[in-house]
């Protein structure tokens, strides 16, 4: 599970997650905090490190989208990353 938001752009944000080198899904993004959640299939598990990558459709410049603040390319906003088993 991801929790996160997306800047105000005027076209959507999107995420895809991956997980080893095995896309879990890609899902629109809203520009307010949510959880945005990418279920791994068993197959796709690894013993030992496993990678998870996330692909955004954009990459804003934060000052351009929001008026003002840091020149930095900000797709989105991340406040955590959770890993739990499914049930």
Avoid: C
Avoid at 41 to 49: D, K, V
Avoid at 52 to 78: C, N, Q, S, T, Y
């Amino acid at each position: 599970t991801l929790r996160g938001r997306a800047l105000e752009t005027i076209r959507p944000q999107f995420v895809e997650a991956v997980w080893n080198d095995v896309s879990l899904d890609r899902l629109e993004m809203a520009p307010l905090w949510q959880e945005y959640r990418f279920p791994v299939p068993t197959e796709a598990l690894r013993r030992g490190t496993n990678v998870l990558v996330l692909r955004f459709d954009r990459a804003p410049i934060f000052r351009r989208a929001r008026g003002e603040g840091p020149k930095e390319v900000r797709p989105a906003a991340i406040s955590r990353v959770s890993l739990a088993p499914s049930d």
